[in-house]
Every structure is written in C-alpha cells, then in structure tokens.
C-alpha cells in the first residue's frame, strides 16, 4: 500500500524492502532528515503555519484517491457497530469526561449522517504528529502502519491534535483538502467521527497511566469547548479561507 501511494508522488517515507527474517518480517523505508512538524510548525509564522496545512490537505486528497476493495463492508453498518462497541467501553471504563455524555447524545442524533458515505484508502493516523518539515523545508507524512479503508472525511478525526499544535495549520489542512470550498455536511459529519474517537480515547489512555489519561481529559474539554458542547458543528479554531472572509465581509 506504501508504494500505491508512494507511485501517486506523495511527500513520504518510501518503502525500499519487505520481507521475512529470524524474528518475524521487517520493512525498511527511506531515512527524512529533519524535524518534527508539531514541534516546528507552531514556532513559524502564521503565514507558514496555514501553508503547511494546505500542504497537508492536497497530500491526503491523494492519498484518497486510491478506491476500497470493492469486496468492503458497508461504511454505515461497520461503523454503526465500531461506534456503539464504543460507547460500551466507554461506560465499563472507571474513568469518565465531566459531560462526557454529550458524545454519546451526538452520536446517537447523527447517526443517519453515515448513509451512503464512499471509502477509500486512509493513512489511518493522519495528523501532525506524524508529518516531518525536511531539510528543505517541505512537508513530509510518515507512519503508515495503522492504514485502513474507510470513509475520506473520518480521515479528519485526529485534527484534534493539529488544532491544539496549530489551529492555523489545522485550518489550512481543510481548506487545501477542500480547495477552500468546505461543505457544512462535511463539518457535521466530522463533529460525530469525533465525539467517537474522544469515546475510545480515555479507555485506550487508561493502561498508559495518569499523564496520558490527563491529556485525554484536557482534550475533551477543548473539545467541548470548541465545538459549544456539539451545539456547533463548526469548530471555533476553524478560519476560513482568506477569499471567503472577504466574501462574508468583516
């Protein structure tokens, strides 16, 4: 799956060999020399840090356009029985999100929004912190090992983490996927993919111990505050695209 996307041009750690050893199978991949982007893009200008972001956004419309098997299990029942398996673990789970039922309302009023959704191949772990800035200043997406197929737009549930590094880099990544056109359904949709993934977040952090359980509180309440506890499906990091604020005016 690497090299289909690798043939496609992506900016990428590109596969060189696979195969079997004494231990088990090894992959080796092309050596980025350069820097982390989460801890890079915030320290640059503004400028820079939306540029990176609509560098990011044509990079997954790529990745995109490779298709699912056509042999793929209908999106809405699949991930209908993924979110309710979800929302189980959630209530055994000793720890839960002050509020953290208002998820659960959202999913469970918009579920209709996952009908006749496409899907396509997704990197499965797209967010800045597994991109890279190279020596040459271009943005380069690593850590392919969680790939999926699935619907395009659940490919945005991990912007969490760009927005708290970035909301300009985050902005910019759905304004370049979107060529700056961003249909309201796709915000709605995004806001349930992820009120799910901030579900599973908690239970997944608790074997990790009390820092990481704490991010993923803190986490939560930014999200709720963002998104005026799912009352909008616009999150308030989100800036629109330079054009369409001097279409709406001041």
Known sequence: MQQKVAALGVPMCRPVAFGECWEGVYTVQTWIDGEDA??????????????????????????????????????????NRKMDGKIQKYRECPVHYDNGQIFIDYIRENRCLLKGRPQVFQHGDYHIGNMMIDRDGKLQIIDFDRYDFGDPWEEFNRIVWCAQAS??????????????????????????????????SVYWAVPFGQEEVNTMLNQAKDILRWYDDMRNPVPTWYCMPPAAMKRVGP
């Open 38 to 79: 989460e801890s890079a893009i915030p320290l640059l200008p503004g400028a820079r840090q939306y540029a990176y972001g609509l560098d990011a956004g044509h990079i997954l419309r790529k990745i995109h356009s490779i298709p699912a098997p056509k042999a793929q299990e209908d999106w809405e029942s699949r991930f």
């Open 167 to 200: 909301p300009l880099f985050a902005s910019g990544m759905v304004n370049g996927y979107f060529d700056d056109d961003v249909p309201l359904a796709f915000w709605k949709l995004l806001a349930l993919y992820i009120a799910s993934n901030t579900l599973s």
